[in-house]
């Protein structure tokens, strides 16, 4: 305790020259220094955390230009944060253009421009993420534009574009997350050659801005790459693409661009081997949606594709939810896809069984649809014998107008040799022994 008390008594004192002959205190040079501090760590050692003099601090974020003229070339290059931060991360990440301009003039100054701070951070990350568009411009033409101390090669401008940080972001990572349309259009047309690759989430620019929502941001994308005869990259989390973020947004008009641009991702799937189709029937996106990743005869194949768990369609999957509408399209499209069953045998009707809770929702429901009347499909029986009115007993879904419809196997029998009255009864027997 007296050893930090001590600590602190001397860094108070660290500025002050005493006079060992006298009680006067004389002050020292004014110039900006930096602060520091000590923070504990879990073994008991100490870290020393630097700062940045809080007058130089405060003038780079608030474009005082006076007073950092009055402060030596020097000091204002070695004044660094907690989170080191030069004095031109500060300027840049506060949009002072002049003061970003003054320290570019500064000699030596062009270290600062690719210096990262602890994040990785260059002062361009933290320009284009404000979207302080030109101040972007000046870091860009100040790293192009050879400086007076060190010898800087052709397409400098364009290796700073590529700088990622420590989550593998570029600066154009950075403005998309933070929908910032000018500084997107202007990175994307300083490295029109460049395919910006995935962050440590997986995310690609044009990912990103898909996932979130970001139609207008995706459309400049596409439009660039179009003008440039280029290709984005488009993959994101776990195996997606950026029609699988355009779908499960449920945006129409970025899906719509998405397909335009690559009709071939109707057909790409992510880790789990589900398609954007799969999505959109989980999703119970807009049928303008399904219609859309439907219409394409050369991916037909989509509407028949098994997930890995399972080997589940986007028919399976949306029957199980009780997406009607889903339903409507698919087999508007592809009749024939409702005779597929997935691994363990059920069908579509045994998919609309399984479901508890949607007190809105009946099996009987889908009779409305011509391609789901057929005998056979009522009573298919899966794995285990079990024909959907089992299912239904076994769920205990109340739904007369299956269970009385005319061509429905009442009578059937499953592995078990149990009829769908069986299992009711069953469970009727289990309750009451229970009580």
């Known amino acids: 305790m007296d050893q930090l008390r001590a600590s602190n008594l001397s860094a108070e004192f660290q500025n002050l020259d005493m006079d060992s002959n006298s009680n006067q205190v004389v002050a020292q040079d004014p110039s900006p220094v930096q602060t520091s501090n000590q923070a504990a760590n879990g073994d008991g050692s100490h870290t020393v955390i630097t700062g940045m003099d809080a007058k130089v601090y405060k003038a780079a974020a608030k474009g005082n230009i006076e007073v950092l003229e009055k402060i030596s070339d020097h000091d204002l290059l070695v004044q660094s944060t907690p989170k080191h931060n030069t004095i031109l991360h500060i300027a840049a990440q506060f949009g002072q253009l002049e003061c970003v301009k003054l320290?570019?003039?500064?000699?030596?100054?062009?270290?600062l421009l690719q210096r990262p701070n602890l994040k990785g951070d260059i002062p361009l990350h933290l320009a284009a993420r404000e979207g302080h568009l030109d101040v972007v411009k000046a870091l860009l033409d100040a790293v192009k534009a050879p400086p007076t101390d060190i010898e800087t090669g052709p397409g400098a401008d364009k290796l700073m574009l590529r700088i990622?940080?420590?989550?593998?972001?570029?600066?154009?990572?950075?403005?998309?997350?933070?929908?910032?349309?000018?500084?997107?259009?202007?990175?994307?047309?300083?490295?029109?050659?460049?395919?910006?690759?995935?962050n440590v989430s997986g995310g690609t620019p044009l990912y990103m801005a898909a996932e979130r929502g970001f139609t207008e941001v995706v459309e400049i994308i596409l439009d660039k790459s179009q003008?440039?005869?280029?290709?984005?990259?488009?993959?994101?989390?776990?195996?997606?693409?950026?029609?699988?973020?355009?779908?499960?947004?449920?945006?129409?008009?970025?899906?719509?661009?998405?397909?335009?641009?690559?009709?071939?991702?109707?057909?790409?799937?992510?880790?789990?081997?589900?398609?954007?189709?799969?999505?959109a029937a989980k999703r119970n996106c807009n049928p303008t949606i399904v219609r859309?990743?439907?219409?394409?005869?050369?991916?037909?194949?989509?509407?028949?594709?098994?997930?890995?768990?399972?080997?589940?369609?986007?028919?399976?999957?949306?029957?199980?939810?009780?997406?009607?509408?889903?339903?409507?399209e698919l087999l508007s499209h592809y009749p024939d896809c409702c005779e597929q069953v997935d691994d363990d045998g059920h069908n579509v009707f045994h998919f609309s069984m399984m479901k508890k809770g949607d007190h809105d929702y009946k099996p009987s429901d889908y009779f409305e649809n011509e391609w789901l009347t057929a005998t056979g499909l009522l009573n298919e029986k899966d794995g285990q014998g079990n024909t959907p009115i089992h299912l239904l007993s076994s769920y205990q879904i109340s739904d007369y107008r299956f269970v009385f419809k005319w061509n429905v196997d009442k009578k059937a029998y499953n592995s078990e040799n149990l009829t769908a009255y069986d299992i009711i009864t069953k469970a009727k027997e289990d309750i009451s022994r229970k009580r």
């Not at 320290?103 to 270290?111: C, E, K, N």
């Not at 972001?169 to 995935?198: F, M, P, S």
């Not at 984005?232 to 719509?256: I, Q, W």
């Not at 989509?302 to 939810?321: C, M, Q, R, W």
Request: contains cysteine; glycine residues 4%; negative net charge.
């Open 164 to 198: 990622t940080n420590k989550e593998k972001d570029t600066a154009l990572h950075e403005a998309v997350r933070y929908r910032q349309y000018d500084v997107v259009e202007l990175l994307i047309e300083k490295d029109t050659e460049y395919t910006y690759g995935a």
């Open 292 to 328: 859309q990743l439907l219409e394409n005869p050369d991916y037909k194949s989509v509407a028949y594709l098994g997930i890995k768990d399972g080997n589940k369609t986007a028919l399976h999957i949306a029957s199980f939810h009780h997406h009607k509408n889903i339903i409507e």
């Open 103 to 111: 320290i570019l003039r500064l000699p030596s100054s062009s270290s």
């Open 227 to 279: 003008k440039t005869c280029t290709s984005p990259a488009y993959s994101g989390f776990m195996g997606r693409t950026a029609l699988h973020a355009a779908v499960l947004c449920n945006d129409e008009e970025m899906t719509k661009a998405i397909l335009e641009w690559n009709p071939a991702l109707t057909k790409e799937v992510d880790e789990k081997g589900w398609s954007p189709l799969h999505c």
